[in-house]
């Protein structure tokens, strides 16, 4: 086996692929795709999202300083490409998608309903890279789809289908590996558990 030398790209996959909502519930709002997200910090809670700044929702997050991240699974993979491909210039995509705007918990942006996990967030810095500007936030609430709970109270999150985003693509998480620690415990779990 050999290895092929490329010049630096974004080739970090798979990444999440999920629906950043902004605007505000009973004015403008906007659903925007966005790939390049994740945490940056635990305590407090923060993530970022990387937006161009030619973008709709670009001027909308950056006058509001609050976005929601909607985490996307299988049932919205459609609903999440379509978001990424046309612009809120021109179309209504709550409206086009079928899908339900309603009132974030803290934040005035509105969260998508159909989603199993929304991340509401506010804008601590926004970060100019290049292509894309970086919005630094501290996350203040998260609201999440009961119908993932099971009758212990757990959140089974990977029973809503999540997606992820590789290369171009988009692929639905699946087997079950192990969980953060198993390749020391004593008792190594079967990889075929469902978690």
């Known amino acids: 086996m050999g290895k092929q030398i490329w010049k630096p790209g974004t080739v970090l996959y798979p990444v999440p692929a999920v629906m950043v909502s902004c605007g505000?519930?009973?004015?403008?709002?906007?659903?925007?795709?966005?790939?390049?997200?994740?945490?940056?910090?635990?305590d407090p809670a923060m993530t970022y999202i990387s937006v161009r700044p030619e973008r709709h929702s670009f001027n909308m997050i950056k006058k509001s300083g609050e976005?929601?991240?909607?985490?996307?699974?299988?049932?919205?993979?459609?609903?999440?490409?379509?978001?990424?491909?046309v612009s809120g210039r021109d179309k209504d995509k709550f409206k086009e998608m079928g899908l339900t705007p309603f009132k974030s918990s803290v934040v005035s942006a509105p969260s998508i309903y159909e989603s199993p996990v929304n991340i509401e967030c506010k804008v601590e810095d926004i970060i100019p890279l290049g292509t894309h500007h970086m919005f630094l936030a501290k996350i203040v609430s998260v609201s999440v789809s009961d119908e993932y709970f099971d009758e212990t109270g757990?959140?089974?999150?990977?029973?809503?289908?999540?997606?992820?985003?590789?290369?171009?693509?988009?692929?639905?998480?699946?087997?079950?590996?192990?969980?953060?620690?198993?390749?020391?415990?004593k008792n190594k779990p079967k990889r075929n558990k469902k978690k």
């Not at 505000?24 to 635990?42: F, H, P, Q, Y």
């Not at 976005?67 to 491909?85: E, H, M, P, Q, S």
Request: charged letters at 20%; aromatic letters at 16%; glycine letters at 10%.
């Open 67 to 85: 976005f929601v991240i909607n985490l996307t699974n299988k049932k919205l993979v459609r609903a999440c490409d379509y978001c990424g491909v």
């Open 24 to 42: 505000d519930l009973d004015g403008e709002k906007n659903i925007i795709t966005i790939a390049w997200t994740g945490i940056v910090n635990s």
């Open 154 to 185: 757990k959140f089974n999150f990977n029973d809503s289908e999540p997606v992820c985003y590789s290369h171009g693509c988009y692929y639905s998480i699946g087997e079950y590996l192990g969980k953060f620690g198993y390749s020391i415990q």
